[in-house]
């Protein structure tokens, strides 16, 4: 069974737009929600990170925003640019237990 | 951020040889690490939790006496694929738990392994 499930598994943004990912979870004992950006032949890097007792976490350009009645959580790039292209995941934890999702491959177009 | 070296980045391997992939966290001390295996376009498959100075934790399906962990010491776990095959190919990634609270899974640079 899917803990995380991950939409859209592509996204094409025109540069300067808003790309927007979104992540669903079902286990309501997950406790760190977290967001990895990828690039091919790279590991993951952990872009962002967010806890359930927060319904917004901002960095820079990058946003989590977090529904706990609804067991979503979304990550918002603004001002979206060529170099953010990349392959993006999320994830749910509670302890050692992480579980991802299967990701989404983001375009900008310039 | 905390850092996770792995090495190597890539190999190289015959067909019946054995491969072994390093992983240290260089700033931080990390009781548990984490092993994955991720084919192309593909999410993170998790293959084992590797755990300081005892036995690693396998999930189902992985061969345990083909992919070898070895967790010495709190900033370094090995990963040796034994008598590696052509299907064992893949880009494998180690990760490892650091930060503030702990609660942060930080990823090596991962292994393209090519077994010929």
């Known amino acids: 069974q899917q803990q995380v499930k991950q939409s859209p598994q592509s996204l094409i943004v025109q540069k300067g737009g808003i790309s927007i990912i979104n992540c669903a979870y079902e286990?309501?004992?997950?406790?760190?929600f977290p967001w990895y950006q990828q690039f091919p032949g790279k590991g993951p890097a952990l872009l962002i990170a967010?806890?359930?007792?927060?319904s917004e976490k901002k960095e820079g350009r990058f946003t989590i925003s977090f529904n706990k009645s609804a067991k979503q959580f979304s990550l918002h790039i603004m001002d979206s640019q060529p170099g953010d292209s990349a392959t993006y995941f999320c994830?749910?934890?509670?302890?050692?237990?992480?579980?991802f999702g299967t990701g989404t491959s983001l375009t900008v177009i310039p | 951020g905390a850092v996770v070296s792995q090495h190597p980045s890539w190999v190289i391997c015959k067909s019946g040889t054995s491969v072994k992939i390093e992983c240290r966290s260089l700033?931080?001390?990390?009781?548990?690490m984490f092993w994955y295996r991720q084919f192309p376009k593909q999410s993170l498959m998790l293959m084992a939790t590797?755990?300081?100075?005892?036995?690693?934790?396998?999930e189902q399906g992985v061969e345990k006496d083909k992919f070898l962990i070895n967790h010495a010491s709190l900033t370094l776990s090995t990963l040796t694929v034994t008598s590696a095959h052509p299907e064992d190919s893949s880009f494998y990634i180690c990760?490892?738990?650091?930060?503030?609270?702990?609660?942060?899974?930080?990823f090596g640079s991962g292994t393209q392994l090519s077994v010929l």
């Open positions: 700033d931080f001390q990390a009781t548990t």
């Open positions: 286990n309501t004992a997950f406790d760190y």
């Open positions: 990760s490892a738990r650091g930060g503030m609270g702990n609660e942060k899974l930080f």
């Open positions: 967010i806890r359930p007792d927060v």
């Open positions: 994830a749910a934890s509670k302890g050692n237990q992480f579980y």
């Open positions: 590797s755990n300081e100075g005892s036995k690693a934790t396998y």
